[in-house]
């Protein structure tokens, strides 16, 4: 599947200047560009005000920032592989996608980020999700299913989508935020991995709970990850670009060919939604004293039973 980043690269390629540049689009909001080295060698450029962290280090990539002499700053990524033009298509698809609501002087924190993120996924992803990552990946997608797309449309839901890029939670849809967890049927309790995951900024925070028990393969019901991957891309057929989109997030989530050998299958058994508002059970940066950077912890959610809402809220509107 062509994207856009590979039809400028194509398009760059009859051109006879070496190097050569061109901004990706005039609306993101950071200054990529996509280029051709001396060598022909595909590059994605990142321009900005903002010094850039360290960048990881890669086998088929050369990843350099470097100070220009007008004072900006720039993150440089090339490709020194060209059997690999693929995976590089899609790394620098996820990198320019995930970060159109970044705001600039972020931008090279954000992208150095996702670069490190998928080195870990290069070097820990080769055996596939483990059971509780494909269990939470698996909550996500349901939850984008069965609520964000069929109410938001598939661009906004896909691009709403922002657990896989490491955000405070997993969706960001106009007018809520929500978190989505999963647990095993017949438990009442959750882990909140994080101080961030339940601190509510700005729109409504909903937390949504999935109940999956183990199944057969052959239980109507069940469904594995790899099936409702198939099912999601299935539902948004005739979209390329929210197609490309779901792609690139998967990506980010780890999901891989190798989760397509031997999966687990699932019955979901209920979905349960919890708003949280001031009184919520939680901890967040604003209640742990100073010191404390981060913390992990299990949410009763019988206690919780007065925050409990309708699944419906998303159909009614925020």
Known sequence: MMTQLDSLWTELQVKPERPIFRRIDEVHPLNFYVGLDFGDERSLMLISETEPPNPPRFQALDVVRSLRGDGKWVVAIRLKRQDLIGPFARLCNDLTESTRSTRPQDGPVAVISHLARWKRLMELGRAGLSESEARGLIGELLFLESVAIPHFGAATAIQGWTGPSDAAQDFRLPGVVI??????????????????????????????????????????LALSLPKLVDRIQGLIAGDT?????????????GFTDRDRDA???????????????????????????????????VLDLGTCQQFQCKMSIFEDGI
């Open 241 to 253: 670009a929210a197609l490309e989109a779901l792609v690139s997030r998967l990506q980010a989530a």
């Open 179 to 220: 978190e989505v967890k999963t647990c095993e049927f017949g438990s009442n309790s959750v882990l909140i991995s994080s101080l961030d995951q339940l601190e509510k900024v700005g729109n409504r925070l909903v937390l949504v709970v999935t109940a999956l028990s183990v199944s057969a393969e052959n239980d109507r």
């Open 263 to 297: 999966p687990s299958f699932y019955r979901p058994e209920k979905t349960m939604a919890f708003d949280v508002t001031k009184d919520f059970p939680r901890l967040t940066r604003s209640d742990v004293p100073s010191g404390v950077l981060d913390a992990k912890y």
